[in-house]
């Protein structure tokens, strides 16, 4: 596993120079301004009168327009928004390389498949990370700017650290959906995995079961739910044996693309 | 120890099709060996297997003295290849592919970059997108990317594919160079005889993933077969003359009179005589070494009887 500081240079050089950070930054970047706007429809029931429908919506989930219930929701769009967008990012550092076939230039070098596999891996956690800690600035400037009523110091310390430990559990996630992108040489299997997984943690949480499936954790975490450590083991394990399974696809199956 | 490369009854199945079957050669050092196939020959899979990227069904293959694994680093800091198509990050510039393969390949200076732009002719396109160069750049792109490090072993898979004629001629004379001044074996595929011709010492021929043969470029010569080509006013009557006088003589799609034998060929003066003396004087009379192509088809069995 040499030259890993080398290789996960040579990762951050394709990312940087690809359009997709500045994608995936404007996309999540929607999700606090969204909640800004919830705010604003909460604390004025006139308007909220005249939007109707979106009233309604922000009346279930957040109630009133306050910083536990914006941070609240900032922490669930990022542990749900996540699953997909930090999904979307590995699918596209993995994929990327078997549609662009470049993935043959990075099999016979003396820098070990392992260690490429591992700084890119790095950089979707970097990215993913990067993410999150914008989309909570950014929230924080909305937050300030929409005049929600100020909050304890305790209020914004709880909500960063649930935020931070849903991203972390969120970006463990990920691993499966590299080894998708690998053993299906491409973009499109890993986001067809990562609608799968969307789908089954929201039918699998709805029925109670959602403590023992890796990808309705993050949310139930965010939401309160009272998981025992076998949630938190599940998450560790499915990001360990994603990890495992896309060296060893990368070290041992045979190569044709 | 002088061999560069080396198979042993190496074999590749994929379900019930098998890629490669029984192969076993050698290359020496500082060689240039062509490795010559139809497409689904079989080609690229040799240059897979010899790059640890498929696994073999059975046999082994050894790259520079190392008995290769799936997987392993080894020996691959003395090996530049291009496999398949040469493709590059379409959003980095020709010198930034070519940095990122620097840095995955430790102790190659960054002086190498400038070096192999200017040897690969690509100075007026190093700040230009990959994902914009024509075919023929970023073949030379892909070509630059083997070449960085200045390995021992170049494995190239059709490397003159894409290059105009210009190119084609630029690329042989680099390789040429290569072998003949720093000592480089060159692995190279192609799928045209006349081309490899002309810069291999060796050639292997591999039809259906089997190795037909393998042979010197002066065997080459030695193997083709000749044919007398001629023409006359009257092309029935002279034929029957040739074929009274014991002469395998045959009309060709186009009229003219082929006649195959050796006598024919090594004496085709005698031919004329006899032609002449039967008042049937050859208005066109010469002779013809089977071209390369149809030599390759001949030997892979794919001339559909019609050897010339």
Do not use: C
């Amino acid at each position: 596993m040499s030259n890993i500081a080398q290789a996960v240079w040579v990762e951050l050089l394709k990312a940087r120079r690809s359009k997709m950070p500045l994608l995936t930054a404007l996309g999540f970047s929607l999700l606090p301004l969204g909640g800004g706007f919830f705010m604003i429809v909460l604390k004025d029931p006139e308007l909220a009168r005249r939007v109707g429908l979106i009233s309604a919506k922000a009346q279930i989930t957040m109630g009133v327009a306050d910083w536990p219930a914006y941070l609240g929701f900032l922490a669930l769009a990022n542990a749900m928004g996540g699953v997909m967008l930090f999904g979307l990012i590995a699918s596209w550092v993995f994929g990327r390389e078997y549609s662009d076939r470049t993935v043959k230039d990075l099999l016979a070098l003396p820098t070990s498949r392992s260690a490429i596999v591992f700084a890119k891996f790095v950089i979707v956690a970097v990215w993913s990370a990067a993410l999150t800690v914008a989309i909570y600035l950014i929230g924080l400037g909305v937050g300030t700017a929409v005049a929600l009523p100020p909050a304890s110091a305790e209020t914004f310390w709880q909500g960063t650290i649930t935020i931070a430990i849903s991203a972390g559990l969120t970006i463990a996630l990920v691993t499966p959906i590299a080894f998708f992108a690998s053993a299906g040489h491409g973009y499109l299997p890993p986001m067809g995995v990562v609608v799968l997984v969307m789908f089954l943690a929201q039918v699998i949480a709805m029925a109670g079961w959602g403590e023992y499936f890796p990808w309705s954790i993050p949310g139930l975490y965010v939401q309160g739910e009272n998981l025992g450590t076998v949630s938190y083991v599940i998450v560790i394990l499915t990001g360990v044996a994603g990890l495992a399974g896309t060296i060893l696809w990368w070290e041992l199956a045979d190569q044709t693309h | 120890m002088n061999v560069a490369i080396e198979t042993n009854n190496l074999v590749k199945r994929y379900g019930d099709v098998t890629a490669v079957d029984d192969l076993s050669l050698r290359v020496a050092r500082g060689e240039i060996y062509a490795f010559l196939g139809l497409n689904g020959a079989g080609k690229t899979t040799t240059i897979r297997l010899l790059l640890g990227m498929v696994r073999p069904t059975s046999g082994e293959a050894r790259v520079l003295g190392t008995r290769i694994r799936v997987g392993d680093k080894k020996p691959w800091d003395s090996v530049g290849y291009l496999v398949e198509t040469a493709d590059a990050y379409p959003e980095l510039t020709v010198r930034e592919n070519l940095e990122a393969m620097r840095r995955l390949r430790p102790g190659t200076g960054s002086k190498a970059i400038e070096r192999v732009i200017e040897r690969l002719g690509l100075i007026a396109y190093a700040d230009r997108r990959a994902g914009t160069l024509s075919h023929g750049n970023a073949q030379r792109l892909g070509l630059a990317k083997a070449l960085l490090h200045n390995p021992e072993l170049l494995l190239l898979d059709e490397p003159a594919l894409g290059l105009d004629p210009a190119g084609i001629v630029e690329i042989r004379n680099l390789l040429i160079e290569l072998a003949r001044d720093q000592g480089v074996t060159v692995f190279m595929s192609s799928h045209i005889l006349g081309e490899v011709s002309r810069l291999a010492k060796r050639i292997g021929i591999i039809h259906r993933g089997r190795l037909l043969q393998e042979l010197d470029v002066d065997e080459l010569e030695r193997n083709r077969r000749g044919r007398l080509v001629l023409r006359t006013r009257d092309n029935q009557a002279a034929r029957s003359v040739l074929l009274n006088a014991g002469f395998s003589a045959g009309i060709t799609a186009d009229g003219t009179i082929e006649v195959k034998d050796n006598a024919a060929i090594e004496r085709p003066d005698d031919i004329a005589t006899r032609l002449v003396h039967a008042g049937h004087a050859p208005t066109m009379l010469h002779v013809e070494q089977e071209d390369l192509e149809h030599y390759f088809l001949r030997l892979v069995g794919m001339d559909g009887g019609n050897a010339k």
